[in-house]
T-cell receptor
Framework: DAKTTQPTSMDCAEGRAANLPCNHSTISGNEYVYWYRQIHSQGPQYIIHGLKNNETNEMASLIITEDRKSSTLILPHATLRDTAVYYC???????????????FGEGTQLTVNP | DGGITQSPKYLFRKEGQNVTLSCEQNLNHDAMYWYRQDPGQGLRLIYYSQIVNDFQKGDIAEGYSVSREKKESFPLTVTSAQKNPTAFYLCASSVHRAWDEQFFGPGTRLTVL
């Protein structure tokens, strides 16, 4: 699985958009980008995933560059409850790899300030 | 209410004792996982199981053992051979399909005294 690089920490004002970057310059053609987050002392929570098209769901948007070497997770209107560690993970998504590992790095600590 | 339960939330044991952490899911998921998390770090995979009666070692399996006798249960035993067992332990499960979003339990914080 391709390695990812994320900033250690970021701050965001409540109500503003939070843009969390992730570099995955060695990503291969069949690898997907997943985002999870972990609120302090809780289990991680799945947010979104994508291959090459931009994706949006009720939690966030995922923007993947055309060369797929980086992506940005966007929380459009951050709230205090969005304060968490955000993990960007790259992995092949197929039935053959299903049920296998997710490799978590150290993620980005996002702090949303009032 | 569907989900993953881990018990207990906090667990204390004396050094040299084996301890078993419980993980139960009622999501009818095929795959289950155990991760370990140390302060300020990401999750590391201990063991995973894609189907009943089968499991594979993850990145840090030494000193741990698991069983998967039932689809809904995946207990983890931390043995006395684990050199530094104090950590936050997380269990997860997923459907066996390509988009295998993993659902995590609330975790068990184990402290070995």
């Amino acid at each position: 699985d391709a390695k990812t690089t994320q900033p250690t920490s970021m701050d965001c004002a409540e109500g503003r958009a939070a843009n969390l970057p992730c570099n995955h310059s060695t990503i291969s053609g069949n690898e997907y980008v997943y985002w999870y987050r972990q609120i302090h002392s809780q289990g991680p929570q799945y947010i979104i995933h994508g291959l090459k098209n931009n994706e949006t769901n009720e939690m966030a948007s995922l923007i993947i560059t055309e060369d797929r070497k980086s992506s940005t997770l966007i929380l459009p209107h951050a709230t205090l409850r969005d304060t968490a560690v955000y993990y960007c993970i790259v992995r092949v998504a197929s039935r053959e790899t299903s049920g296998s590992r997710l490799t978590f790095g150290e993620g980005t600590q996002l702090t949303v300030n009032p | 209410d569907g989900g993953i339960t881990q018990s207990p939330k906090y667990l204390f044991r004396k050094e040299g004792q084996n301890v078993t952490l419980s993980c139960e899911q009622n999501l009818n998921h095929d795959a289950m996982y155990w991760y370990r998390q140390d302060p300020g770090q990401g999750l590391r995979l201990i063991y995973y199981s894609q189907i009943v009666n089968d499991f594979q070692k993850g990145d840090i399996a030494e000193g741990y053992s698991v069983s998967r006798e039932k689809k809904e249960s995946f207990p983890l035993t931390v043995t006395s051979a684990q050199k530094n067992p104090t950590a936050f332990y997380l269990c997860a499960s997923s459907v066996h399909r390509a988009w295998d979003e993993q659902f995590f339990g609330p975790g068990t914080r184990l402290t070995v005294l």
